[in-house]
């Protein structure tokens, strides 16, 4: 099991940036796909991001292509989402994912990541 902590939440106007980061610790995340997923008030957890166990591919809600990117620095056991041109919409507790498997498939669906980290708010808002 791998113990994540995530941070680099705030507020932020409206076209801001902010970079989460995903500090992973008990274990590594080498060999594991990683993801971000979020929930807004009232509404269901949505994934945002995954990015491929050896990083060589990601995954996007299409509604953050373009906008956000997911990274991942595995002697740091660090996942990053670096988030630009933030809107209201985004707003949301962004919460970490380590996958279930090692050497998984990257996936969109929560079912597929069994650790999780405590999440940290992301506020856009003008």
């Known amino acids: 099991q791998v113990q994540l902590e995530e941070s680099g939440g705030g507020s932020v106007l409206p076209g801001g940036s902010l970079r989460l980061s995903c500090a992973a610790s008990?274990?590594?995340?080498?060999?594991?796909?990683m993801g971000w997923f979020r929930r807004a008030p009232g509404k269901e957890r949505e994934f945002v991001a995954a990015?491929?166990?050896?990083?060589?591919?990601?995954k996007y809600f299409d509604s953050v292509k373009g906008r956000f990117t997911i990274s991942r620095d595995d002697p740091k056991s660090t996942v990053y989402l670096q988030m630009n041109a933030l809107q209201p919409a985004d707003t949301a507790v962004y919460y970490c994912?380590?996958?279930?498997?090692?050497?998984?498939?990257?996936?969109?669906?929560?079912?597929?990541?069994?650790?999780w980290g405590q999440g940290t708010q992301v506020t856009v808002s003008s």
């Open positions: 990015i491929h166990w050896g990083g060589v591919s990601r």
């Open positions: 994912a380590a996958g279930r498997a090692l050497y998984g498939s990257l996936s969109t669906t929560a079912d597929d990541y069994n650790d």
């Open positions: 008990g274990r590594t995340i080498r060999g594991y796909p």
